[in-house]
């Protein structure tokens, strides 16, 4: 249901795009066929109107479809809940039954959940003579390095 709708308002800002480059598109046609008849202060609007809505297309292909456009937020409005519950499920299972890792093979081979039990992550800092928790990857005073 939430893919469809993304597919729907896609199709919709593509639309909304579509117009827009048909309309530069009448724009420039007729402004290759007035050319020669036109004053030079005339052609210079022409072409400063044909360049700014060329830049209106930009802009609304960079906020509907960009990385950080409309579609990519709603997505995120409407897949992070559904991928939340089944993280949260897979979570609640793992406990339940003591499993210290999970693996999705749909894919590529991803860990779905580790068990922080586990995370041997702190250790290998420290063998390396680095506090856990510095983040900033300094090390600490007084740690050996191997």
Same mark, same amino acid.
């Given at each position: 249901?939430?893919? !469809?709708?993304?597919?729907?308002?896609?199709? @919709?800002?593509? =639309?909304?795009?579509?117009?827009?480059?048909?309309?530069?598109?009448? #724009?420039?046609? +007729?402004?290759?066929?007035? &050319?020669?008849?036109?004053?030079?202060?005339? @052609?210079?609007?022409?072409?400063?109107?044909?360049?700014? =809505?060329?830049?209106? #297309? !930009?802009?609304? @292909?960079?906020?509907?479809?960009?990385?950080?456009?409309?579609?990519?937020? =709603?997505?995120?409005?409407?897949? @992070?809940?559904?991928?939340? =519950?089944?993280? !949260? &499920?897979?979570?609640?299972?793992?406990?339940?039954?003591?499993?210290?890792?999970?693996?999705?093979?749909?894919?590529?081979?991803?860990? #779905?959940?580790?068990?922080?039990?586990?995370?041997?992550?702190?250790?290998?800092?420290?063998?390396?003579?680095?506090?856990?928790?510095?983040?900033?990857?300094?090390? +600490?005073?007084?740690?050996?390095?191997?």
């Amino acid at each position: 249901m939430a893919q !469809n709708q993304l597919d729907e308002l896609s199709k @919709k800002w593509q =639309k909304e795009i579509e117009l827009k480059v048909g309309e530069i598109d009448r #724009l420039y046609k +007729s402004y290759q066929t007035d &050319a020669v008849l036109l004053p030079e202060d005339i @052609k210079k609007q022409r072409e400063e109107e044909i360049l700014q =809505k060329e830049k209106e #297309l !930009n802009q609304l @292909k960079k906020k509907r479809f960009g990385t950080d456009g409309d579609l990519f937020k =709603k997505r995120q409005e409407l897949i @992070k809940p559904l991928q939340d =519950k089944i993280y !949260n &499920a897979i979570q609640e299972m793992a406990e339940q039954r003591g499993y210290a890792v999970i693996f999705d093979r749909a894919g590529s081979l991803s860990i #779905l959940y580790a068990s922080a039990r586990y995370d041997k992550s702190d250790e290998v800092l420290e063998s390396m003579g680095y506090s856990a928790g510095e983040g900033s990857g300094s090390k +600490s005073s007084g740690g050996t390095r191997r």
